[in-house]
């Protein structure tokens, strides 16, 4: 039963984040950086200590009381992390819903399964799996062929993306993702794809503070809910910082008191969009209490947030106009990458 509770919150946590670009559409006049920002103070300020608020009382007692290295190191991913996120609506700026999701995901999924046990080869910690784990166990070897066959999904879906840039007539390709631009979409994704995976690391840099409000008498099924509130203080400053940049540089300053623009919608519409972001975090902490396996949990969470995104772009017609062949491209290379995710996900529970 647990397990089975742990999935649905995972699925609750993918469809959010699958759909929380969605309410951007709606917003109108406004710049890319405009609505990026005002999402963001939602989903890393506003929403993360309101959440702990009422889940976990006293969560400002206990980040005061945490280490300074805990502290360090889960701003610092959350710092790392706001690179992934902030390319993240880059990604699917310029490759869709569909695209965009199942390269930055397959990544995340792919690097958040690889570079800790790299790292942890030369600084061990009791309990953590190494690079060495990795090559030498039955469970290990499945992990790595889960992660090489990741690698080939996200080839596919290039691929896919190739023969839809070639296929679709412009203005269908523009009717679906205004600014498709495969070469540019993919070089973001793949970044925000290796970086994004940061913010699992963070999670694990910050379990001392999620284990004291267990401590503490707080419930399991919400101790995330603290570390979320450091680690989005590092989301913030990169996603703010270039942000503010951008305003800048496009001069788009004026558009935040622009009446010429519906303000009121698109304030709604970026706050919306902010606060359904957090909330797949918010469930997969209360997913992962119930799994208790970190790593599956995050390959999972990636799962469900493949198939939302997919199910978005098929809505949001990414892939009409294109041919039978194309479409079944599409379609082999999402089910490769989460056939890689599932056997990440395996190789893990056997450990």
């Not at 409000?213 to 509130?229: E, I, K, R, S």
């Not at 303000?263 to 209490?289: D, H, I, P, R």
């Amino acid at each position: 039963m647990q397990a089975i509770l742990g999935i649905i919150f995972h699925f609750i946590g993918g469809f959010a984040s699958g759909s929380f670009y969605m309410p951007f559409k709606k917003v109108r006049g406004w710049s890319w950086e405009n609505f990026w920002i005002v999402g963001g103070v939602f989903s890393w300020l506003i929403v993360p200590p309101l959440a702990a608020w009422l889940t976990v009382p006293g969560f400002s007692a206990i980040i005061h009381g945490a280490s300074s290295n805990t502290i360090y190191y889960t701003i610092l991913f959350g710092v790392l992390w706001g690179f992934g996120g902030l390319t993240y609506g880059l990604g699917v700026r310029y490759l869709g819903m569909s695209l965009g999701n199942s390269v930055v995901l397959g990544f995340c999924s792919a690097f958040g399964a690889l570079v800790p046990s790299i790292y942890y080869n030369f600084h061990h910690v009791e309990g953590k799996t190494t690079l060495h784990d990795l090559v030498s166990t039955g469970w290990g070897r499945i992990v790595l062929a889960g992660v090489i066959i990741c690698l080939l999904g996200i080839y596919i879906c290039g691929r896919a993306g190739m023969m839809k840039e070639k296929e679709m007539p412009e203005e269908e390709k523009k009717k679906s993702v205004a600014e498709f631009d495969l070469a540019k979409g993919l070089m973001v994704a793949i970044f925000s794809g290796i970086m994004s995976a940061c913010f699992n690391f963070g999670i694990e840099a910050g379990k001392p503070m999620a284990e004291a409000a267990v401590a503490a008498g707080m419930d399991p099924l919400f101790q995330n809910n603290v570390t979320y509130v450091v680690l989005l203080w590092g989301g913030l400053a990169t996603n703010f910082i270039w942000c503010m940049i951008l305003n800048f540089r496009n001069h788009s300053f004026p558009k935040y008191t622009d009446k010429k623009t519906p303000l009121a919608k698109n304030y709604f519409f970026s706050g919306l969009a902010g606060t359904v972001w957090f909330l797949q975090f918010f469930f997969y902490g209360m997913g992962e209490s119930k799994l208790g396996n970190g790593a599956s949990s995050w390959i999972l969470h990636m799962a469900f947030i493949i198939l939302v995104a997919n199910m978005w772009g098929i809505v949001l017609k990414e892939w009409k106009g294109v041919s039978k062949k194309t479409k079944a491209t599409i379609t082999a290379g999402i089910l490769t990458i989460i056939l890689s995710v599932m056997l990440v996900g395996f190789g893990n529970s056997m450990k």
